[in-house]
C-alpha cells in the first residue's frame, strides 16, 4: 500500500500525533501491554501502525510484527488463548496443565521475536480478550510483545499488566489545523487563504485530520466551495462507512443537516475573517483621519444602530466609512474600488454580527484583496 508523505508526516511530526506513537512505544520498553483506544474515524490507521511498528522494531531490533485480525481470522470464535495458540502453530497445551496458556506460550518462548499486533475485536470478546492479554507477565521485550488496537474506550484501570493509551485524550484540535495548514503551504496557497481554510476545514473536520487532508489536498478550494467538496467526499464508496458518529461532518452532510453545518462555517469565519476586517478598517481610517475628523467636528458621526455620537476617528464603523465614501465626504475623487471595498468589508461583517455565514464569492473577494491593493 502506497502511503503519502502526508499520512507520514502526520503520525512523525504532528506533536500529539507522534505523542500517541511514542506513548505506545514507551509502554513496549517498559514491557507493559499497550491498548491502543482509537475511534473509527482515525485517520490513516495503516499508515499508523506503519510508524509504530517502525519504531518498536527500530527499538528491538531482532523483532517481527505480526497482524492478528480477530474479526477475520477467528471465524468460528474460538477463545483468545485457544486461538492465539493456533495462530502461533502450537497444539501441545493441554487443558489440564498446571500453567496457564500465557506462560505456555512464554516459557516455550512461542512469541520469541515477534510483535503480535491484534486487532478486529469486537463489543462481545473485548473484554474476554483484555483479560487474557493481561495474563502476560513480560520481563524482557525479546519474549514477545503484543499491542492490542481497539474502538472502544473501556476502562482498563483493573488490569495491571496492560497500558491504555488513549487517542481523543493526545490529538488537539489546533494540532489539525496545523497540519493542514502545512498541507495547504504545499499546494502554492497564500498566508491568508491558509490560515482561512485551516481553520474552516478543521472546525468542520474536527479531529478527522484524513478528511479533512482530503479537502486541502484534493480540491482547488478557492473556486471549489466546500460544502460541494463535503458532499462528493460523502458518497466516495472509500468512506462509506465513515461518519458514524452524529456530529462527524459526512453524517451531517447526509442528513443534510445544513443549519449545523453553517454554524460551523460562522465559527471559522467569525474567528479569521472578522480580524481580517476590522484590521483593515483601522487603516481605512488612518488613511483618511483627517477628512473622518472633520466629519465629525462639523455634522458629527453616530454609532450603527444607536443616536451616541463618536468623538474619536476610530471608532467609526465599516458601515459609516462606507456611507461617507459614497457621500464623497472622504474622496471627492470617489474611486469605485474602494468604495466597493468598503461595501464588501460592511456587508461582510454585517452579515457576521447577524450570525450569518459569508458567501463564498464575498469570501474570495476578501481574502484575494487587501489594503494596500487600493492606494
Known amino acids: 500500500m502506497e502511503r503519502s508523505a502526508f499520512e507520514i508526516y502526520w503520525w512523525e511530526k504532528i506533536t500529539s500525533a ?3 506513537v511514542d506513548a505506545t512505544v514507551t509502554a513496549l520498553r517498559e514491557c507493559k501491554l499497550p491498548v491502543l483506544l482509537v475511534p473509527n474515524d482515525l485517520p490513516w490507521r495503516d499508515s499508523m501502525r506503519y510508524v509504530m511498528q517502525g519504531h518498536a522494531v527500530a527499538d528491538c531490533s531482532r523483532l517481527s510484527v505480526e497482524t492478528i485480525d480477530v474479526l477475520d481470522k477467528n471465524k468460528e470464535n474460538r477463545t483468545p488463548g485457544v486461538f ?7 497444539d501441545t497445551y493441554r487443558g489440564s496443565s498446571v500453567h496457564t496458556i500465557q506462560q505456555h506460550i512464554l516459557n516455550n518462548n512461542l512469541m520469541q ?6 486487532k478486529g475485536l469486537s463489543e462481545k470478546n473485548v473484554d474476554q480478550w483484555l483479560k487474557f492479554c493481561n495474563g502476560f507477565e513480560i520481563e524482557k521485550r525479546e519474549r514477545g510483545m503484543i499491542v492490542v488496537e481497539m474502538p472502544f474506550d473501556n476502562d482498563i484501570s483493573q488490569y495491571k499488566n ?4 488513549r487517542y481523543e485524550s493526545l490529538i488537539r484540535d489546533y494540532s489539525v489545523q496545523l497540519f493542514i495548514e502545512y498541507v495547504l ?14 481553520m474552516l476545514i478543521s472546525t468542520l ?19 471549489c466551495r466546500i460544502d460541494e467538496a463535503l458532499r462528493n467526499i460523502s458518497v466516495d464508496a472509500r468512506f462509506a462507512r465513515r461518519g458514524c458518529s452524529e456530529d462527524h461532518i459526512l453524517n451531517l452532510v447526509r442528513n443534510k443537516r445544513t443549519e449545523k453545518i453553517d454554524r460551523l462555517i460562522w465559527t471559522a469565519q467569525m474567528q479569521v475573517l472578522f480580524p481580517i476586517m476590522e484590521i483593515e478598517r483601522i487603516k481605512w481610517v488612518e488613511r483618511y483621519w483627517a477628512e473622518i475628523k472633520s466629519v465629525i467636528e462639523t455634522r458629527g458621526i453616530t454609532v450603527v444602530g444607536g443616536n451616541t455620537w463618536i468623538a474619536n476617528p476610530y471608532e467609526a464603523e465599516l458601515k459609516r466609512l462606507y456611507e461617507l465614501y459614497k457621500g464623497e465626504a472622504l474622496d471627492k475623487e470617489r474611486d469605485k474600488k474602494r468604495e466597493s471595498r ?4 460592511y456587508e461582510c461583517r454585517n452579515e457576521l454580527a447577524h450570525l450569518h455565514i459569508c458567501s463564498h464569492e464575498k469570501v474570495y473577494a476578501l481574502l484575494e484583496a ?3 491593493d487600493f492606494f
Open 18 to 20: 507522534s505523542a500517541f
Open 185 to 198: 503551504d504545499d499546494k502554492g496557497y497564500d498566508k491568508r487563504w491558509r490560515h482561512y481554510l485551516s
Open 162 to 165: 496492560l497500558k491504555a493509551i
Open 370 to 372: 487587501q489594503f494596500e
Open 342 to 345: 468598503l461595501k464588501l468589508m
Open 113 to 118: 521475536g515477534k510483535l503480535l499486533w491484534i
Open 84 to 90: 492465539l495458540l493456533k495462530m502461533l502453530g502450537d
Open 205 to 223: 473536520c474536527k479531529k478527522d485530520v484524513e478528511i479533512a487532508c482530503m479537502l486541502a489536498q484534493d480540491y482547488k478550494l478557492k473556486v
